[in-house]
């Protein structure tokens, strides 16, 4: 089971899962004051100050497998 908690943009790292628009994507990179997120088929910058990071039952970020 996962749960989320909010974090600023800026605590976002590459490979963290965050939900968006109720459903999870991936963190691809955080720089000009813009979070680059990604799914399947799908990309885009957001610019909100705010988003739900995915965490584990130890409330650890969960990360993309590799």
Known sequence: ??????VIR?????????????KPWRAAVNANG???ISR???REQIKV????LI??????????AS
């Open 1 to 6: 089971m996962y749960a989320t908690q909010t």
């Open 10 to 22: 800026q605590c976002v790292e590459p490979g963290m899962l965050i939900m968006h628009k109720g």
């Open 34 to 36: 813009k979070l680059c």
């Open 40 to 42: 399947a088929m799908e």
């Open 49 to 52: 100050l705010t988003v739900e």
């Open 55 to 64: 965490i584990d039952r130890e409330r650890n970020p969960v990360k993309e």
